[in-house]
């Protein structure tokens, strides 16, 4: 496959990743030493970003708009790139959102295979060494979960193979692939360390406690039910994580790396090389953002791809859930930012008044997850320079997956009711039955705008459809969603700024839109014993 190219580069941020740029290296005279394997190492984390948006952030950023959660948004530019996805439109294989990912996962797995041969034969410290290796099974796991996730089955390559010894290859069902995901989360645990036994400069590499989190998620997605509260369970007993005490602290920068982060991609600001992620503060923050930097006269425009839809906001009010809608979405017009000082916005915006243009925004919104209070701004205001770390899996998730396994399993119910009210009593939030609808709701809240609504509409059975997925009921001629914009809304943004179809997931085929297309390239690649998804073309 295309996907197995490898260069060995190295990411900055932390002090464990901030290490010199290496050039290409040759493998048979490499791992000579410590340093070398930690350095290779840190290659296989910078594969989960790379170095710039469009290598990974560019499909996350369009898994929110495959939801009811949000619209491509930016109605000024041409959106050909992703109305195939968030649209859900035949001709998604053209789509380079889901042709890069898939490729930039497929390096990302090349490094870890590499690294997992290689520092495993290398004369270092054995338990440095079985650290490293667990190290790099955890995110060997991490990135053929996401394909999973998005693709389905897998081909499943685990060692470091040229093009032509990939090819005639096939792709393993989800079971096996899934399996394969299982044994290296399984086999990383003992050896990764507690998030406290970290010492400073370690802080942003792999631990129990997120592997363990990561293989809860695992067995969840494929309703092994059991199997996932009692290692879920296992790992709230560690007492390793706890929830912020403020909902708004969870993504703030100055809050990286926090007691509730299990696992993050590391960024940094540097004025001279792109170590911040910024694909979600910069893409899809405020287009035709008027602010500017009173000093030095800067500009904080946004892209403005992906914006929360009014059917979200509409969540959290009939839920009565202020503070998660202050700190998840902005609007329009908004004459205060929760977490910003009512005169940092005078000062930057002289009306007082947020701007979300709508005539070039479908809902008139932007995320407040992803934006940066305006007063605390790197020097320089660019993609790749957000010193924002990127939270890939935190532990509110974790006590809403535990409370979902606890009730899909129906045991251990007392603590499940315990996990599920812990996250809603952060908010100021009453408790609730622990219901299947009251999870599905609260990870919604909880969760928005952080691509974890997408997989869970596509794996939950549907009550109002029996024998469908969730994602059927929300999506298709008579979906709900799709009425709902369509019939009911009277959103002064959305209904009136047309030029993104308000009949968004009309098109919906459950047959084919649960999963993305495989790259037609790399079907070709493989001579065509790579087999296409249902619903898309082989080529």
């Not at 530019?77 to 789509?95: E, G, I, V």
């Not at 099974?137 to 053929?144: G, S």
């Not at 839920?319 to 902005?330: A, F």
Request: proline residues 4%; hydrophobic residues 35%.
């Amino acid at each position: 496959m295309a996907s197995m190219a490898v260069v060995l580069t190295s990411a900055s941020c932390t002090d464990f990743l901030d290490q010199p740029r290496r050039g290409v290296e040759n493998l048979d005279t490499y791992f000579q030493n410590q340093e070398q394997c930690e350095s290779f190492l840190i290659g296989c984390y910078g594969a989960l970003f790379y170095d710039d948006w469009w290598y990974i952030g560019k499909l996350y950023q369009a898994l929110d708009m495959c939801t009811d959660d949000a619209w491509m948004g930016n109605t000024g530019q041409d959106a050909s790139s992703h109305r195939p996805l968030a649209h859900f439109q035949a001709s998604a294989p053209q789509s380079d959102d889901i042709n890069d990912f898939y490729r930039y996962r497929y390096k990302g797995i090349t490094r870890c295979n590499i690294a997992i041969e290689r520092i495993g034969e290398a004369s270092i410290d054995a338990t440095v060494k079985a650290r490293m290796v667990a190290e790099a099974k955890f995110l060997r796991a991490f990135f053929y979960f996401e394909l999973i996730k998005n693709y389905g089955g897998v081909v499943k390559v685990t060692g470091f193979l040229t093009p032509s010894e990939t090819e005639g290859a096939t792709r393993s069902s989800i079971e096996e692939s899934y399996a394969l995901v299982e044994q290296d989360l399984l086999e990383a645990i003992p050896d990764l360390p507690l998030r406290s036994e970290l010492a400073a400069s370690e802080v942003g590499r792999a631990t129990s406690g997120a592997a363990q989190g990561l293989l809860g998620k695992v067995y969840l997605y494929q309703a092994k039910w059991d199997e996932a509260r009692q290692v879920l369970g296992d790992l709230i007993e560690t007492h390793e994580y706890d929830l912020m005490p403020d909902f708004g602290q969870v993504w703030d920068c100055d809050y990286n790396n926090n007691q509730e982060s299990l696992f993050e991609a590391q960024t940094m600001y540097d004025e001279t090389y792109n170590y911040g992620s910024g694909f979600m503060c910069i893409i899809s923050g405020i287009r035709e953002d008027p602010a500017t930097r009173p000093s030095d006269g800067v500009k904080f425009d946004g892209w403005g791809w992906c914006t929360p839809s009014s059917n979200l906001e509409k969540a959290y009010l009939d839920e009565g859930d202020q503070v998660r809608l202050g700190y998840t979405i902005i609007k329009h017009g908004a004459t205060s930012v929760p977490g910003m000082d009512d005169a940092v916005l005078r000062e930057y915006l002289p009306d007082g008044k947020m701007v979300i243009n709508p005539a070039n925004n479908k809902s008139g919104r932007a995320w407040r997850k992803f934006f940066i209070p305006y007063d605390k701004r790197p020097a320089t205001w660019d993609k790749g320079k957000i010193p924002q770390n990127y939270r890939l899996l935190r532990y509110a998730d974790v006590l809403l997956m535990y409370a979902e396994a606890c009730v899909e399993s129906n045991t251990d119910l007392n603590l499940g009711q315990d996990a599920f009210d812990r996250v809603r009593r952060r908010v100021g939030l009453a408790t609730k039955p622990l219901t299947r609808a009251n999870v599905r709701l609260e990870r919604r809240l909880e969760l928005a705008g952080e691509q974890q609504r997408l997989y869970d509409i596509r794996r939950w059975d549907s009550e109002l459809k029996p024998g469908h997925k969730v994602m059927a009921e929300l999506f298709g001629p008579d979906g709900t969603f799709v009425k709902y914009n369509t019939e009911q809304s009277t959103d002064e943004f959305e209904t009136t700024n047309l030029k993104e179809d308000q009949n968004k997931g009309i098109t919906f085929d459950e047959s084919r839109d649960l999963l993305f297309p495989i790259p037609p390239m790399e079907i070709a690649l493989s001579n065509g014993s790579i087999q296409q998804n249902p619903g898309y073309s082989q080529m």
